[in-house]
T-cell receptor, first 120, second 111 residues
Framework: DARVTQTPRHKVTEMGQEVTMRCQPI?????VFWYRQTMMQGLELLAY????????DSGMPKDRFSAEMPDATLATLKIQPSEPRDSAVYFC??????????????????FGPGTRLTVT | SQQGEEDPQALSIQEGENATMNCSYK?????LQWYRQNSGRGLVHLIL?????REKHSGRLRVTLDTSKKSSSLLITASRAADTASYFC???????????FGAGTRLAVHP
């Protein structure tokens, strides 16, 4: 049963520390998304990759957040330096879009279990 | 701002009753999806309805879409305690195959 995996599941850190979250998308999927979920803001899209190339990171604070896909099996989200307001659950999701599909191809996203981040 | 807005924000019903959740969105769409999130878990895809469809069924789920009103509804029939979760609608109004999620409806089904 193919699943998106995320590590760590929980992270508690002090303000100013670097945080790295990792995601392994479902094998064969070519799109990866990073979301942040808080009670106040709900589910926010932070970054979106297609075939490992970043297509949209407009939802991500550029000064402290960075997202990368070193290879097709690993996506990372880094926060440096972390702040208390970054406390949230961070989800990774993946999906499969055919190569010739346009920007509005219909498909579902498969979510990982999330990383619960607490910055004190 | 979020593309989809669900209402009610919270819904509490008894087992066996039907649960209806509504979603409104702002821009034109090609498809609308519903996801479920159990407490402490990731979101799970439930159903996708295309803009040229008006109704779709999947087991106990029934989704309707009214593009003229920019709204959708999710009906869960004969609810069970296991249906207790948050339900989110998501639209593709953002382009680039990305989805914009609403704030969700928290459903509690009591035995």
């Amino acid at each position: 049963d193919a699943r998106v995996t995320q590590t760590p599941r929980h992270k508690v850190t002090e303000m100013g520390q670097e945080v790295t979250m990792r995601c392994q998308p479902i094998l064969g999927h070519n799109t990866v998304f990073w979301y942040r979920q808080t009670m106040m803001q709900g589910l926010e899209l932070l970054a979106y990759f297609r075939n490992r190339a970043p297509l949209d990171d407009s939802g991500m604070p550029k000064d402290r957040f960075s997202a990368e896909m070193p290879d097709a099996t690993l996506a990372t989200l880094k926060i440096q330096p972390s702040e208390p307001r970054d406390s949230a659950v961070y989800f990774c999701a993946s999906g499969l879009v055919p190569e010739l599909a346009g920007n509005r191809y219909h498909y579902e996203q498969y979510f990982g279990p999330g990383t619960r981040l607490t910055v004190t | 701002s979020q593309q989809g807005e669900e209402d009610p924000q919270a819904l509490s019903i008894q087992e066996g009753e039907n649960a209806t959740m509504n979603c409104s969105y702002k821009t034109s769409i090609n498809n609308l999806q519903w996801y479920r999130q159990n407490s402490g878990r990731g979101l799970v895809h439930l159903i996708l309805i295309r803009s040229n469809e008006r109704e779709k069924h999947s087991g106990r789920l029934r989704v309707t879409l009214d593009t003229s009103k920019k709204s959708s509804s999710l009906l869960i029939t004969a609810s069970r305690a296991a249906d207790t979760a948050s339900y989110f609608c998501a639209t593709d109004g953002g382009g680039y195959n990305k989805l914009i999620f609403g704030a969700g409806t928290r459903l509690a089904v009591h035995p």
